[in-house]
């Protein structure tokens, strides 16, 4: 799924009666290779169950950003669960047996590459994620015939929390499956997240969302796979902080699809699986 960064940019300003960039000032919450020894980070993330981070496919870091935030619960709570916008059936053998040879020859991995996801970067988180015995790895794209494929989704995430039920979870997926409003009328995964207020509350519920102000993309756009390159633009999330990535936490509002940002200053395209 996609969404023009010209429309998410906006977003967080109606949540605001100070300025903007004085807010970005005072909350933004670098993250960088120390972020596993800065406490004010696990400090930000440690009241949400439930983190879900959207990206525009075929870029490298939201990706980055799981691997991180994963390592900082674990260091904190000693376990976490992270789940991926991919058919589980698609990685059986890997599943069954999880090597990097049995990864590289999925059939998620070993297929043609039309919309970023099955490139280097999620190749490197999922390998990561399998080297650490305290994270719960788990698969939700898992489409039923006849079914609304979001709501398909949410059930995969709430499987993994009944399997886990004091485990943090962490999901990487499009950046529209996140939002916690509809998309064209029709209900998202957060949206039914949120939804469940049995399982996840609004309050323990993060969704992110990933901007940028320069750097290349490999994803499809409604032309196939191709690479873009983004040109640099000046806004209020580059000129406010020196951070190159940071987090920006704001609260819900009856307009907002998200209650985090992750900026990143420059994007890199998430390069085809080296084979």
């Known amino acids: 799924?996609?969404?023009?960064?010209?429309?998410?940019?906006?977003?967080?300003?109606?949540?605001?009666?100070?300025d903007f960039g004085e807010y970005i000032k005072e909350n933004a919450i670098e993250i960088d290779s120390n972020v596993n020894s800065r406490p004010e980070v696990y400090a930000a993330i440690s009241k949400f169950e439930l983190i879900m981070v959207g990206e525009m496919h075929g870029t490298q870091e939201p990706a980055g950003l799981v691997d991180v935030l994963a390592k900082v619960i674990v260091k904190n709570e000693g376990f976490?669960?992270?789940?991926?916008?991919?058919?589980?059936?698609?990685?059986?053998?890997f599943i069954k047996n999880p090597t990097e040879e049995n990864l590289l020859n999925s059939v998620f991995f070993s297929k043609e590459n039309i919309d970023g996801r099955n490139g280097q970067a999620?190749?490197?988180?999922i390998l990561n994620c399998t080297?650490?015995?305290?994270?719960?790895?788990?698969?939700?794209?898992?489409?039923?015939?006849g079914e609304i494929r979001d709501s398909i989704m949410y059930l995969g995430i709430l499987n993994q929390k009944l399997k886990f039920?004091?485990?943090?979870?962490?999901?990487?997926?499009?950046?529209?499956?996140?939002?916690?409003?509809p998309y064209n009328d029709m209900p998202t995964m957060g949206m039914y997240c949120l939804n469940d207020t049995?399982?996840?509350t609004?309050?323990?519920?993060?969704?992110?969302?990933?901007?940028?102000?320069?750097?290349?993309?490999?994803?499809?756009?409604?032309?196939?796979?191709?690479?873009?390159?983004?040109?640099?633009?000046e806004s209020v999330y580059s000129k406010s902080v020196e951070y190159e990535n940071y987090l920006l936490f704001y609260k819900f509002g009856s307009k907002n699809?998200?209650?985090?940002?992750?900026y990143s200053k420059k994007v890199n395209h998430s390069a085809e699986v080296k084979r």
């Open 122 to 125: 999620w190749f490197d988180l």
């Open 202 to 233: 609004r309050d323990k519920a993060c969704s992110i969302n990933h901007a940028y102000s320069e750097g290349t993309l490999l994803n499809n756009t409604g032309n196939g796979l191709e690479m873009r390159t983004i040109t640099f633009k």
């Open 80 to 93: 976490v669960s992270v789940g991926l916008e991919i058919p589980t059936d698609e990685l059986s053998n």
């Open 165 to 181: 039920p004091e485990s943090k979870i962490i999901t990487i997926s499009g950046n529209i499956h996140n939002w916690s409003l």
């Open 1 to 18: 799924m996609k969404l023009l960064l010209s429309i998410f940019l906006l977003l967080p300003f109606c949540a605001f009666n100070q």
């Open 131 to 145: 080297k650490d015995t305290s994270i719960n790895l788990f698969f939700f794209d898992n489409v039923v015939e």
């Open 198 to 200: 049995i399982n996840f």
């Open 257 to 262: 699809k998200h209650n985090c940002l992750y």
